[in-house]
């Protein structure tokens, strides 16, 4: 940070026309706001009873039910989820292992069997670090995702917030909150 307040000084050799591109990225010390004026997200994580979870210490191996909750103020055919995990925590796909397991489990009212039903959903991505659902939105329906969470690596994490952003119009957006704001792991 200290070089980069003394300035930068670029100096070509050769013969013009010259180009510069500069890029900058970073993680903001803080995460962003709650922001529910267009988009209302929230992020709930249950027990694979499907019972609330109540915040504690996870075991090592240990697996919880996330489940996104979605409501847009107007109509959003591209609307994007991006749920980032807390460090320590993988993303399992719940279609790869066996239905049967699901039958009977059921989160807010909802068989998770049967939680397709509960958005639309055009695209999701299972990826390392996040959670991705491309998703149409109607105004003041409520869309539901839910994904399985394991814990992995002991530590003490900081938990991001869920966003939801339109992909033609990133002005709308909705950020959750990040409930609970820390995750802890530890071994068995």
Same mark, same amino acid.
Request: no cysteine.
């Given at each position: 940070?200290?070089?980069?307040?003394?300035?930068?000084?670029? *100096?070509?050799?050769?013969?013009?026309?010259?180009? #510069?591109?500069?890029?900058?990225?970073?993680?903001?010390?803080?995460?962003?706001?709650?922001?529910?004026?267009?988009?209302?997200?929230?992020?709930?994580?249950?027990?694979?009873?499907?019972?609330?979870?109540?915040?504690?210490?996870?075991?090592?191996?240990?697996?919880?039910?996330?489940?996104?909750?979605?409501?847009?103020?107007?109509?959003?055919?591209? #609307?994007?989820?991006?749920?980032?995990?807390?460090?320590? +925590?993988?993303? =399992?796909?719940?279609?790869?292992?066996?239905?049967?397991?699901?039958?009977?489990?059921?989160?807010?009212?909802?068989?998770?069997?049967?939680?397709?039903?509960?958005?639309?959903?055009?695209? =999701? =991505?299972?990826?390392?670090?996040?959670? *991705? #659902?491309?998703?149409?939105?109607? #105004?003041?329906?409520?869309?539901?995702?839910?994904?399985?969470?394991?814990?992995?690596?002991?530590?003490?994490?900081?938990?991001?917030?869920?966003?939801?952003?339109?992909?033609?119009?990133?002005? +709308?957006?909705?950020?959750?909150?990040?409930?609970?704001?820390?995750?802890?792991? *530890?071994?068995?």
């Amino acid at each position: 940070y200290a070089t980069l307040a003394r300035g930068v000084r670029f *100096v070509p050799r050769g013969e013009p026309p010259y180009y #510069a591109s500069l890029d900058v990225a970073g993680v903001p010390r803080e995460a962003p706001a709650p922001d529910a004026r267009v988009i209302r997200v929230e992020r709930r994580l249950y027990g694979i009873d499907g019972k609330p979870w109540t915040p504690r210490d996870l075991k090592e191996g240990e697996a919880l039910i996330v489940r996104v909750s979605i409501v847009a103020d107007q109509d959003m055919p591209d #609307a994007l989820l991006t749920d980032l995990l807390p460090a320590g +925590l993988e993303i =399992e796909n719940f279609n790869l292992g066996d239905g049967k397991q699901w039958a009977d489990v059921v989160v807010d009212g909802i068989n998770i069997g049967e939680r397709a039903s509960q958005a639309t959903i055009r695209h =999701e =991505e299972f990826r390392d670090d996040r959670y *991705v #659902a491309a998703l149409k939105l109607e #105004a003041g329906g409520t869309a539901r995702v839910f994904y399985l969470v394991r814990a992995v690596t002991p530590g003490s994490y900081t938990a991001p917030p869920p966003l939801v952003e339109d992909m033609y119009r990133p002005a +709308l957006r909705g950020v959750g909150k990040s409930v609970p704001a820390r995750i802890t792991v *530890v071994q068995p």
